[in-house]
Each structure stands twice: as C-alpha cells, then as structure tokens.
C-alpha cells in the first residue's frame, strides 16, 4: 500500500489517500460539472484503498442532490476530496489528485466524465461500488466519524 498526503494551500484541510494499485491502474477522473471544472478536480478512488480527511473547521460545501460533501476550504479555497455516506453511515470519498503533496505518481490522464443524466439511485450504487472507504476527522472536536 501507498499513501499520498495533501490538503489545501493553508493547512486548515489534510488528506491521505492510500492504495495498493500500481501507478499504471490509477486512473483519475475530471467531473465535467461546473463546480469540478472550475476548481480542476481530477478525482482518485480505491475499493480496496483508504481516504483520510483531517478538517479543522467546517469546510463542506453541497449542491444538486444534496448527498456529496465536497471539502473545500473555506480560508484559502482549495478542494481536496469530495465524500458521500450511505444510508448505513458508511462514508466513502475521492480525493482530488491536485491537492496531494506527490501527483507524478499518477501516469494516466484524467478521464473527463459526466454525471448530468444519472439518477440519484444508479449514484449511489456506484459510489458504494467504486469510491474509497473514507475517515472524517475534527481534530478541534477530538473525534472521528467512521
């Protein structure tokens, strides 16, 4: 397993993405939607992986169905990872491979995908299929949410 450490350009947002995938098999995606292409999100996810988001304040922004908890920074405006729970409290992310310390790891471009005509159901599914097993932590609360 490797793991890549980021966060945003103040330090108020940490991430630690975590995979056991060769560098050829990590294939990040760049969200066409408005919010992603402005902030140039290109997202990484492992099934098999884990994701770590250490938030000192409350950096969430959501929009459209309101499921996805998109962890920009509200200081210096940078977006790390994006996370949605199922309906068990499970919470499963994907971290935007521009916020991480070490991006030459990443060979492969990312692939440009669009997710307008998806139902909220089939996004679902394929979140608890594909995204990341993830941690959220309040340093300043002193807990963490599994």
Same mark, same amino acid.
């Given at each position: 397993?490797?793991? #890549?450490?980021?966060?945003?350009?103040?330090?108020?947002?940490k991430?630690? #993405?975590?995979?056991?995938r060769?560098?050829?098999? =990590?294939?990040?995606?760049?969200?066409?939607?408005?919010?992603?292409?402005?902030?140039?999100?290109a997202?990484? &996810?492992?099934?098999?992986?884990?994701?770590?988001? =250490?938030? &000192?304040? /409350?950096?969430?922004?959501?929009?459209?169905?309101?499921?996805?908890?998109?962890?920009?920074?509200?200081?210096?405006?940078?977006? =790390?990872?994006?996370?949605w729970?199922?309906?068990?409290?499970?919470?499963?992310?994907?971290?935007?491979?521009?916020? %991480?310390?070490?991006?030459?790891?990443?060979?492969n471009?990312?692939?440009?995908? /669009? #997710?307008?005509?998806?139902?909220q159901?089939?996004?679902?599914?394929?979140r608890?299929?594909?995204?990341?097993?993830?941690?959220?932590?309040?340093?300043? %609360?002193?807990?963490?949410?599994?």
């Amino acid at each position: 397993m490797k793991s #890549f450490a980021g966060g945003c350009h103040c330090g108020a947002l940490k991430v630690i #993405f975590t995979t056991g995938r060769d560098a050829i098999d =990590v294939w990040p995606r760049a969200c066409d939607c408005s919010f992603c292409r402005r902030h140039g999100a290109a997202y990484l &996810s492992d099934r098999d992986g884990q994701l770590e988001i =250490v938030d &000192s304040g /409350n950096n969430v922004y959501q929009f459209g169905f309101r499921i996805t908890d998109f962890h920009i920074c509200q200081q210096c405006g940078v977006l =790390v990872a994006a996370t949605w729970r199922d309906s068990g409290g499970a919470i499963f992310g994907v971290a935007n491979m521009r916020a %991480l310390e070490i991006t030459d790891f990443f060979k492969n471009a990312p692939a440009q995908i /669009n #997710f307008d005509l998806e139902k909220q159901s089939d996004r679902e599914h394929r979140r608890r299929a594909h995204w990341t097993p993830s941690t959220l932590t309040k340093p300043d %609360l002193n807990r963490q949410e599994q």
